[in-house]
């Protein structure tokens, strides 16, 4: 009797030590992570201190100096913490909630650089003044926050408070202009087609759930994707449709050009910028696993529908629209179909380091150009209406030849014309494309890439070949007085020409380990 | 010290075109862009002058890459470097680019009046571009400077052009980004299947030639298929001329005159990259694209004598000038690639000729059509003589260079199709008429026009381009020994590669104490490390 109670008692005292050991041990993280999320937590510390700012200002419309004080600066340390900061190995923290690994870090500088980037345009035009409001600020921090814990998630519940983080702020950015029915508009779609997106990236995880008990995307190797187990291939096609919804992948593409029409340009630029950035991290993420073997032809059949619709798609609707933010919506559309390019190839071989070096190149690219190109059209938007129509930009080079230059640089870039960034990440995209065997993908790309240089060309013959007529924008400065925008601008044109002409050593010279939790067999094989 | 500047000259005829573009962006613009013409000018004599520098140390016995120079690029996983050098194939086409960018400038102190520093920013970043494109030896620094090159031209002819000039540059824009985009996919894959086969990635042209000869055929024949489409569009090759005649019409009186060399761009690219690179392929589809180019040449000299449009005339007259080119280089021997080599010169002095003679007129009268003038011959008779020895240029009378050009390319044509060529003859006989028809409207007949009367005097520097010229045009008709001495060694390698189907070969050499040794690498030291 009483050996039995000894044995129960030491029996639970082993129980309860090695449930403490790997709390301490394993679970509760290590004071490292404290220093190395310190981006996350300084952004969401920061969103709390605007959002406390905000109820002592006086008149909630106008825009709130303190706070964005404090926004700059908390963005300005996050990113550059992830910058200086330097790991010797990839950690996991928090099971595989956080995985601070290479990617991870870069992720971190470009998001905060971006986030700062886009604080410190909006500050210097006059549309982007509204967007300086507390509760607004708040919102930017804990949206770039939320992208943050995307980018860093290993697994699928951090990833997927980081997402619902960003949307909902987003939604709200979105619409922040109650009265204009446009903003309204957008955000309404916006919302109900991202909350139906998120239902099915949830039923997706719910499916992979049961089929492989572990939502770690570690363990989605054990993901079969052949027909015969439904339940993981579906799970996984849904998980996916969830995930392209946010990067605006044709069919799932409708929201984009409302959205990016309806929203103020410095928001449209971050969105296209870092909402896509940091989706295409959690999609190598995730693709950079091995399924159980040989059954990835229905993914790579999935991501190569997805790339030629969204190519497609993108390349032609621009050909029809007028309104400067819609054409960038339709380009975005197309852009995100080369990205495409980069996940078939991974979802063909996960251990390709050329589709990676190719979609993290590309993605850092096309956040590059996408902040500068919206930049400029808030540039351009700043006392006058919103909203502008190709016809408006009617003789603009000969007025602000500097931000025609720069847009026509993004432009090119966006057309993927060298000296401009946009060649290298298009190389390196068809390079891994090619690496894999998507020949016929490719021909795809650069016969639609052929396609939208129309569109990106007419905005320029708008720009430098036509003379000024009577719609053209209206602006009192006649000369280019804005010389903080100037600067951002320049800033950016810079680093897309400097990429172009150096090439993508950041992408090429990464590190692509991705850190690993330390006792991951919590599932059998 | 000679060999110093050798090390280095190619890298700087790339940049400090670029470098004179920067301080002409620095400087601010008043009323007149005088200062900016004046550094402009000064920066393109400068140019050509260091561009002499390759004729005077070019080892004319050797096929090697000379003046070579190697500077890691992307990191060197990738093998994508910056290498440049010249064999006798680019350097004449160096030295042609160089001597009519001083051209271009000289005419844009009369006719370039709005934006003119823009203009000439975007000018000497098209003399980069060009220079860039003759002489870098890795094709994914081809591929830039390739599409760059369009650019600058992009905004010359929107900005400067005439009245339907977006169209024209859209077009021109399109088409040309069209065929290369497609070229890039062929030159990737090539990239691709040498890393693959050797497990080293490169993009040097030297380690592709000798991966792409040894492609299976019907692989070669697709990556062909689309390099040479790329270069045929620009080229222009027959079915895809319809950008050139546009383009020429609404293009400033500037690029004109550059014209010329710009479309040898495309067929430099030919042989350096359709031949070279797939010299199996190339064979195989050489008839086939003979009788295009003899299309282009009959077409082109067909349509040329229906229009009225003097720029019209000059964009099918070259399509039917570059139909030769092409039949020359698609022949493959040594007399017809000398030849092609040859009249790329020939066509260009001659066309910048015209082009220049024509801008002249266009200034006097605005007009293009050549029934608004005649009877120049008795108010201009300078003018006149210029003009008759620029068509007999064009014409290929003999003691014209050109003459020379299309002698061989018929020559070596009837050896390799004797059918084919003796078509293309004809276009010989067709080319005099339509140019013949245009001397006759233009300089004789009766002045009908009072403004064709009175007597307007050439311009200096319109004198000075117009006797360099001229004298060009006979100094090529009868001192053709010394520039085939230069090429022909280059020319007859190209010729092996391309009859007996193997692999170009060639080596990066720079001259040390007056002997070519090869470059190191730094790819192949860590080849050697490993």
Not at chain 1, 34 to 42: D, G, N, R, S, V
Not at chain 1, 507 to 521: D, G, P, T
Not at chain 2, 144 to 173: C, D, N
Not at chain 2, 457 to 466: G, I, T
Request: aromatic content about 14%; overall charge positive; some cysteine.
């Amino acid at each position: 009797m009483s050996t039995s109670n000894f044995a129960l008692e030491q029996l639970q005292l082993s129980i309860k030590h090695s449930i403490q050991a790997r709390l301490m041990n394993e679970i509760l993280p290590h004071y490292h992570f404290y220093i190395l999320a310190l981006p996350i937590l300084l952004l969401l510390v920061g969103a709390l201190v605007t959002m406390i700012l905000g109820v002592f200002t006086s008149n909630p419309i106008k825009p709130s100096k303190y706070s964005w004080y404090v926004a700059v600066f908390v963005t300005f340390i996050a990113s550059v913490s992830a910058i200086v900061s330097h790991i010797a190995e990839p950690i996991a923290f928090l099971g595989s909630g956080v995985l601070i690994d290479q990617i991870s870090l870069l992720s971190f500088a470009v998001i905060g650089m971006g986030t700062l980037f886009t604080l410190l345009a909006a500050s210097a035009s006059n549309i982007g003044q509204h967007l300086l409001r507390s509760e607004l600020l708040s919102l930017l921090l804990f949206s770039s926050a939320g992208l943050m814990i995307m980018c860093a998630a290993g697994e699928f519940i951090s990833f997927f408070i980081g997402l619902e983080i960003t949307s909902v702020s987003l939604y709200v950015l979105v619409g922040y202009q109650r009265k204009d029915l446009r903003a309204i508009e957008a955000a309404v779609k916006y919302f109900l087609l991202g909350a139906t997106a998120a239902a099915v990236l949830l039923m997706g995880a719910a499916l992979i759930y049961a089929s492989i008990g572990s939502l770690r995307f570690a363990d989605f190797h054990l993901l079969n994707l052949s027909a015969k187990h439904p339940f993981s291939l579906l799970g996984l096609f849904l998980l996916i449709c969830g995930l392209v919804f946010k990067l605006a992948i044709a069919p799932f593409h409708s929201w984009a050009p409302d959205v990016y029409q309806g929203a103020n340009s410095h928001l449209t630029g971050y969105m296209a910028a870092l909402v896509k950035f940091s989706v295409a991290i959690v999609l190598m993420r995730i693709l950079s696993t091995e399924f159980v073997n040989g059954t990835n032809t229905n993914l790579v059949t999935l991501f190569w529908i997805f790339g030629v619709l969204s190519i497609a798609i993108g390349s032609l609707y621009g050909l029809i629209h007028n309104s400067i933010k819609r054409m960038l919506a339709y380009s975005s559309i197309a852009n995100a179909g080369y990205f495409c390019l980069a996940f078939a190839s991974l979802a063909t071989n996960p251990n390709s380091l050329a589709a990676k070096q190719a979609l993290v190149s590309y993605a850092i690219i096309y956040t590059v150009l996408s902040l500068g190109a919206f930049t400029v059209i808030a540039w351009f938007e700043d006392t006058n209406r919103e909203d502008l129509l190709k016809e408006e930009l009617s003789g603009i080079g000969a007025k602000k030849p500097f931000a025609a230059f720069a847009l026509s640089v993004f432009l090119f870039g966006f057309a993927g014309i060298p000296p401009v960034a946009g060649f290298f990440g298009k190389f390196f995209l068809i390079l891994s494309a090619v690496n894999e065997g998507f020949i016929g993908l490719s021909i795809i790309l650069v016969v639609f890439s052929a396609v939208s240089l129309y569109y990106y060309l007419s905005i320029m013959v708008e720009m430098w070949f036509k003379p000024q007529s009577r719609y053209s924008i209206q602006n009192s400065q006649s000369v280019e007085t804005n010389s903080a925008l100037k600067t951002l601008t320049l800033v950016a044109v810079i680093a897309a020409l400097l990429i172009g002409f150096l090439g993508p050593r950041f992408a090429v010279n990464l590190n692509y380990v991705q850190a690993v939790e330390k006792s991951s067999a919590m599932v059998k094989k | 010290m000679a060999d110093f500047i050798s090390h280095y000259i190619l890298s700087i005829l790339i940049f400090f075109p670029l470098v004179a573009a920067g301080v002409i962006f620095l400087i601010p613009s008043k009323e007149t862009s005088q200062v900016h013409r004046n550094i402009a000018m000064i920066a393109v004599v400068v140019e050509f002058i260091l561009s002499l520098h390759l004729i005077r140390y070019f080892f004319s016995g050797s096929s090697f890459f000379q003046f070579a120079q190697f500077i890691p690029w992307l990191p060197k996983v990738t093998g994508v470097n910056y290498i440049v050098g010249v064999d006798g194939l680019s350097l004449s086409l160096v030295l042609l680019s160089t001597t009519f960018c001083m051209f271009g400038v000289m005419t844009s102190y009369t006719t370039i009046k709005v934006r003119s520093k823009a203009f000439l920013i975007l000018f000497l970043m098209l003399e980069s571009t060009i220079i860039g494109v003759f002489t870098s030896l890795d094709v994914v620094l081809f591929y830039v400077f390739w599409e760059a090159s369009l650019i600058p031209v992009y905004f010359m002819i929107g900005i400067w052009g005439g009245k339907q000039r977006i169209h024209a540059t859209l077009k021109f824009f399109i088409y040309g980004v069209a065929g290369s985009l497609l070229m890039l996919v062929a030159l990737i894959y090539l990239y691709y299947v040498h890393g693959k086969g050797t497990g080293i990635y490169s993009s040097n042209i030297l380690d592709l030639y000798s991966t792409a000869a040894n492609l299976p055929f019907p692989v070669q024949s697709w990556l062909f298929l689309a390099v040479t489409l790329s270069f045929g569009i620009k080229v222009p090759i027959f079915p895809f001329y319809s950008w050139l005649p546009d383009a020429y019409e609404q293009s400033p009186a500037i690029y004109t005159i550059m014209s010329g060399v710009i479309l040898k761009l495309a067929a430099y690219g030919l042989i350096r990259f359709s031949v070279c690179l797939f010299p199996q392929a190339a064979s195989h589809y050489a008839t086939a694209i003979m009788i295009l180019a003899v299309i282009g040449i009959l077409y082109g000299a067909l349509i040329a004598w229906q229009q009225t449009n003097i720029r019209r005339i000059m964009a099918f007259s070259s399509l039917s000038h570059l139909g030769f080119i092409v039949l020359g280089i698609f022949a493959f021997n040594q007399f017809s690639l000398q030849g092609a080599l040859y009249q790329m010169l020939n066509h260009a002095i001659t066309a910048g000729a015209l082009f220049i003679l024509f801008n002249f007129l266009y200034e006097r009268r605005k007009s293009f059509d050549i029934n608004d003038f005649g009877g120049l011959a008795s108010t201009m008779p300078w003018f006149s003589l210029f003009f008759i020895i620029a068509c007999m240029g064009a014409v290929a009378l003999p003691s014209t260079g050109s003459f020379v050009g299309e002698w061989l390319i018929l020559m070596g044509a009837f050896q390799a199709a004797p059918i084919i060529a003796s078509i293309a003859t004809l276009g010989v006989i067709l080319g005099a008429v339509y140019i013949l028809w245009i001397a006759y409207k233009v300089i004789f007949g009766t002045a009908k026009y009072s403004e064709n009367v009175h007597v307007v005097k050439l311009r200096n520097y319109e004198v000075f381009q117009l006797v360099v010229l001229s004298g060009f045009i006979f100094v090529l008709g009868f001192a053709a020994t010394p520039i085939m001495e230069h090429t022909q060694t280059t020319l007859l390698r190209i010729e092996k590669t391309a009859i007996q189907k193997i692999s170009y070969e060639s080596r990066l050499v720079q001259s040390v104490h007056g002997r070519l040794v090869p470059i190191q690498l730094s790819s192949d030291a860590a080849q050697g490390d490993k």
